[in-house]
């Protein structure tokens, strides 16, 4: 989304990280990377291998564990902001970064960094791609803002090598302001071999749109999610193609207690809210087991029972969240800033 492209980069970076608050439970690792990026992007790999990705061109990549980093990203590329990064191990990864036009580009890489291919660069000079997910190895989605009143949404079958779009008749219409936020890397999520979601907001209502056919055909679904130009779904995050959340908020207004929340339990066709949601605005979220992470600009999250009650335990700000299928978690955001969930 335009408005969050250039906006909200303003306003979250003036929120300064806090510490950690809880005493006891899980609680974020700090593992400094020597940069001040907004590292919105982010791919967690396994517990030693993660990559973060961010404003200034910035892409980064580690294999010890946090403990050191590795500036990768693409050459000639420090004016693009790279919102999203998805690697499939310390060797193969894919970056997208946002804007207007030919800012809108995807590269790859099968070298851990060293070199990079362009996989897409944006020709529609009213498109904008806001973030990039995979079903496996090769299958995988990138999701733009409507043109002309239709999403645009890109596919590839080889890696992210190349890519197509998916014909706009496909598609629902877009409402009235209606686009996606590139705040976190997590606009658009999979859940298994064929389900794919992606979430908007800005338009009338905040909506969910799902593809059950590998994101051939896609059909939407309202959430009781507040939608206004700087309010909507910010992140889905699917546990099995039945089970997944939509959160975010209002970035305008991120510790507002706002409706933000809300859970499905049939693949996205119908949206509850639940019992308890996060305090304020969040960006991100991700399953950890039967566990949720939610992360924001003011603090992080945790539900053990699925996301019906929340306790937060942490107050620094982080844009993004990932945990592997081992249960390990990565958070990244402003300053630079990315940790590694103990406990």
Same mark, same amino acid.
């Given at each position: ?11 979250? =970076? ?12 899980? +609680? ?24 973060? =990705?961010? =404003? ?47 800012? +809108? ?36 989605? %990138? ?31 877009? &409402? ?48 009781? &999610? ?28 991120? %510790? ?13 066709? +119908? ?19 039967? +566990? ?52």
């Amino acid at each position: 989304m335009r408005a969050l492209g250039v906006v909200v980069a303003v306003l979250l =970076s003036l929120l300064v990280p806090g510490v950690a608050s809880a005493s006891g439970g899980p +609680s974020w690792v700090v593992r400094p990377t020597g940069v001040d990026a907004q590292l919105r992007g982010l791919s967690a790999v396994d517990g030693r291998v993660a990559w973060v =990705s961010g =404003s200034k061109g910035t892409v980064l990549r580690t294999v010890d564990g946090g403990a050191t980093w590795a500036p990768v990203a693409p050459p000639d590329t420090a004016t693009l902001e790279f919102r999203d990064v998805e690697a499939f191990d310390a060797l193969h990864a894919v970056v997208l970064s946002i804007g207007p036009g030919d800012s +809108s580009r995807i590269y790859r890489t099968s070298d851990g960094g060293r070199t990079w291919d362009l996989a897409f660069r944006n020709t529609e000079e009213a498109a904008f791609y806001d973030c990039v997910a995979f079903f496996d190895r090769f299958r995988g989605l %990138a999701m733009g803002d409507p043109v002309d009143g239709r999403f645009r949404i890109l596919s590839t079958h080889d890696g992210g090598r190349s890519w197509s779009l998916v014909p706009e008749e496909n598609f629902p219409p877009a &409402l009235a302001g209606e686009a996606g936020f590139a705040a976190s890397g997590q606009c658009v999520a999979t859940a298994g071999p064929f389900d794919a979601w992606f979430a908007t907001g800005g338009g009338a209502t905040a909506r969910v749109l799902h593809s059950g056919d590998g994101g051939r055909h896609w059909q939407a679904t309202d959430t009781p &999610l507040l939608s206004l130009p700087s309010a909507g779904v910010f992140a889905v995050a699917f546990r099995t193609p039945w089970q997944g959340l939509a959160i975010g908020g209002d970035y305008a207004r991120p %510790a507002e207690p706002v409706p933000a929340l809300a859970l499905t339990a049939d693949g996205g066709r +119908s949206w509850k809210v639940p019992p308890q949601a996060p305090l304020g605005y969040r960006s991100g979220a991700a399953w950890r087991g039967g +566990s949720v992470i939610a992360v924001g600009p003011t603090g992080s999250d945790l539900s053990t029972d699925g996301g019906r009650h929340w306790r937060s335990f942490d107050t620094g700000g982080f844009d993004t969240v990932d945990c592997t299928p081992l249960r390990v978690c990565w958070a990244s955001g402003a300053k630079g800033r990315v940790g590694v969930l103990k406990g």
